[in-house]
């Protein structure tokens, strides 16, 4: 039985293919200085529903950022729950897998947050993987790469269960 898995990453603004990232700014930077210790938004990193899976992609995202002096991101529920949904969408292929609506979960992360989001950043996968095996693979891509390196300071993790065992696995990265 051959083993597939697909990655695909995106950010909003330029044509996206599999193995590829683009860019957006969803909204002209608030005028605000801003402290890089400050974050105005809640954030949930104790969030009692979060799975081992999601702990463990978060831990191997944050290692890695800081291994290169990025600070780690911080969970955002409002992501996380665009993230678990669009997930479950692919895995029950009320959607194609990809980023279709991707500019309507970053919209509808916004008007929770009652916060412009600057920018926006999607990473997506598909396969029987591990959290470090996922993670591994967006960091052998380029695109998915440059999204988790990015300049973010909240993201969204969400996965969902398909048929035979394939986990579909969305990670959304947000700056306010």
Known sequence: M????L????TI???SIIFSACGHKMAPPSNKASSSNSHPIEQDNSTPNLSDLQQDILLNINQYRLSI?????LLLTAANQQATKHSAN??????VFGHTGFEA???A???SLGATVSAAAENVAVGKLTAAQVVAGWLHSPGHKKNIS???IYTGIGYAVGAGGVIYFTQIFIRP
Do not use: D, E
């Open 109 to 111: 992360i916004s008007k």
């Open 90 to 95: 692919m895995a029950q292929k009320l959607t």
């Open 69 to 73: 002096g990025q600070p780690a991101l």
């Open 13 to 15: 603004g330029v044509a």
């Open 105 to 107: 979960r970053a919209a």
């Open 150 to 152: 990015g300049n973010y």
């Open 7 to 10: 990655f695909c990453s995106i």
């Open 2 to 5: 051959k083993k597939t898995t």
